[in-house]
């Protein structure tokens, strides 16, 4: 047990840490609200971009199906790329468009555009520039992620090729065959679709190979796992 003393410290103690004081402490304290729902990351944007953003981001991440945390984080990051080229043309459409604001005629507006390129050449090529990188970094993200879904594809068929073959030979050799105790992660349902897939595609095979008017001949076709 503590002490007395040592209670009456722990209580002042408490009362000295009651919450952020200072300015500063406020505004770290008030991030919190900041953080966006993909990552919890710090995304310092109004509410409403920010619901905009989150809705951006996690439709493009869903249409990758992604299905391991590296391909989540690519995914994100391509995702985020994707915003940030959509705010550059947007930023580059909108100081074209202060060019417009007193204008009204076409050529009026051409020449407008013209002295707002000219009056902003420096901005026009930064942004230019940030686009550039932008699409860089993208490409380069989406090159990953489909070496890293089609790598994970190929191993998946390996493994599932490896399943139906040692479920047949189990069959035949009146053995029950567990795909989880054999190390794979397929159940017995979904490895008896692949094999019934393969034998509809035996026959699909058999009868377009076939002469017209000569019927097929039999093929052998694999039993089932169970």
């Given at each position: 047990m503590i002490s007395?003393?040592?209670l009456e410290a722990n209580r002042r103690n408490a009362q000295r840490s009651c919450g952020p004081k200072s300015a500063t402490e406020k505004v770290n304290s008030s991030r919190n609200n900041l953080r966006?729902?993909?990552t919890g990351q710090i995304n310092i944007l109004p509410t409403e971009d920010r619901e905009a953003h989150d809705t951006f981001c996690s439709e493009?991440?869903?249409s990758f199906k992604p299905e391991t945390p590296m391909e989540q984080q690519l995914s994100l990051a391509i995702a985020e790329d994707n915003w940030r080229l959509n705010r550059a043309r947007a930023i580059e459409n909108n100081m074209f468009?202060?060019?417009?604001?007193?204008?009204?005629?076409?050529?009026?507006?051409?020449?407008?555009?013209?002295?707002?390129?000219?009056d902003h050449a420096k901005e026009f090529n930064l942004l230019s520039i940030y686009e550039q990188r932008i699409n860089r970094t993208l490409h380069r993200n989406l090159q990953q992620l489909q070496?890293?879904?089609?790598?994970r594809r190929e191993q998946r068929e390996r493994s599932l090729e490896e399943a139906k073959l040692l479920a047949q030979a189990n069959l035949i050799n009146g053995i029950p065959f567990d795909p989880q105790q054999n190390g794979?992660?397929?159940?017995?349902?979904?490895?008896?679709?692949a094999i019934d897939r393969d034998?509809?595609?035996?026959e699909a095979r058999a009868l377009a190979s076939t002469a017209?008017?000569?019927?097929?001949?039999?093929?052998?076709?694999?039993?089932?796992?169970?």
């Open positions: 007395e003393k040592q966006h729902g993909l493009l991440i869903d468009a202060l060019g417009h604001e007193h204008e009204r005629r076409e050529l009026q507006l051409a020449l407008a555009d013209a002295r707002t390129f000219q070496a890293l879904q089609t790598e794979f992660v397929f159940s017995t349902a979904e490895i008896n679709r034998n509809r595609l035996a017209p008017n000569r019927p097929p001949a039999a093929k052998p076709l694999a039993a089932r796992a169970a």
